[in-house]
């Protein structure tokens, strides 16, 4: 039998989720095949039957290194969908919109990954689904050199293995499905050179009479969608706007190190200018635990992220946050299991396919707030 298990890893009261049962039951049950062990403390969520998936699913228990999910059954051909970590929000899109296709298709839906950001345990967890033969893998690659053996390794024992949100470009895998990550970070660019201009904090002719003060805070220093963004953002500016940057922050995809990091620098230099968040952890939190940020955004301070999920839209919804460049995760699940399914079926695929981008404004943010999903603690 399974327990209820309500999942709280730090801050969470601008963005909330709710968690099913989870259940110790073999991913082979009733089939007859024994599949191998589970990585060690390992747990499964279970997910409800189609007609009683209304609340969207982020999972794991507090003692938990390795959760997952199961959608469908264990009869049907298996695509394992790994994410960078379940303990990250923004993959709660592409995860509902998986499951939804694999339903539609026939095929059983897998979601695992390690519950917090950790290269060593994904490669642990694709290892062990190319040991069980599933016949698809779809992974958001937290270090793109550390997992092209293992993804090598897949492909050569006959598993299709996809990318998605984040690749690994020099590995053989099939294809690479989501944001243009370039075209993203140029966009945040554009976005904050707007934002200056309004300000009349940089001029037209080449850039302000003044290097403006920017500091960057990205995720997992070796996320290749996340230097892919800061590499435009920097190159995008550079011909415009003179900018000193402080070292890059890491937070390692962690809303509690993204609130001590971000408060630390707004407190400890004053004349910083500028923020530019490669994702929106920050955002995640309540707002009583980024006082400092909060005064320095009141007293002047820019910035502008990426990622467009609900609490983002609320900080921006109340001058947390001026610009906002969002992505299609909902397009990346979608389209990554239905370009899997034609892939295991011999079909040829595109090996790059780029989902959507879209800019949203203060003035345009109510309208977006309506239509993004809102996941809720029950």
Not at 17 to 37: D, E, K, M, R
Not at 117 to 124: G, L, P, V, W
Not at 220 to 247: D, H, M
């Amino acid at each position: 039998m399974g327990r209820t298990v309500r999942t709280l890893h730090g801050p969470s009261l601008l963005y909330s989720v709710s968690v099913f049962t989870i259940a110790a039951v073999a991913l082979f049950s009733g089939c007859g095949a024994q599949a191998p062990s589970m990585p060690p403390s390992a747990v499964r969520e279970a997910a409800p039957p189609a007609r009683a998936a209304k609340s969207p699913t982020i999972a794991g228990a507090a003692d938990a290194k390795i959760s997952g999910s199961i959608s469908g059954g264990a009869s049907l051909p298996t695509i394992s969908i790994v994410p960078k970590s379940l303990n990250n929000p923004i993959f709660l899109d592409a995860k509902v919109a998986a499951e939804n296709e694999g339903r539609k298709l026939g095929l059983n839906i897998e979601w695992i990954a390690p519950y917090t950001t950790d290269t060593a345990k994904q490669i642990q967890i694709v290892r062990w689904l190319i040991n069980r033969h599933v016949a698809g893998i779809l992974i958001s690659c937290n270090d793109p050199a550390a997992l092209e053996p293992v993804i090598d390794e897949g492909i050569a024992a006959g598993v299709k293995i996809a990318t998605f949100d984040s690749d690994s470009p020099a590995s053989k895998r099939l294809f690479y499905v989501g944001t243009d990550n370039a075209a993203l970070g140029s966009a945040a660019a554009n976005t904050l050179l707007g934002i200056l201009a309004n300000r009349r904090m940089s001029t037209a002719g080449g850039g302000a009479a003044k290097p403006l003060k920017a500091v960057i805070l990205s995720g997992k220093k070796e996320a290749y969608n996340l230097n892919q963004r800061i590499a435009a953002f920097k190159k995008t500016l550079s011909s415009k706007l003179q900018v000193t940057y402080l070292p890059t922050l890491y937070c390692n995809d962690n809303t509690s190190q993204a609130i001590d990091l971000t408060g630390q620098i707004t407190e400890t230099e004053p004349d910083l200018n500028i923020i530019f968040f490669t994702g929106g952890w920050l955002f995640y939190a309540p707002l009583e635990s980024m006082r400092n940020y909060a005064n320095w955004i009141h007293a002047g301070g820019v910035a502008v992220t990426i990622d467009s999920t609900y609490p983002v839209l609320e900080a921006e919804r109340r001058d947390l946050v001026q610009g906002v460049s969002g992505q299609d995760f909902a397009e990346m699940g979608k389209l990554g299991v239905d370009l899997l399914n034609q892939s295991i079926h011999g079909a040829k695929v595109p090996k790059i396919v780029y989902t959507g981008i879209r800019t949203v404004t203060p003035k345009q943010v109510s309208t977006y707030l309506h239509s993004t999903t809102n996941y809720e603690i029950q």
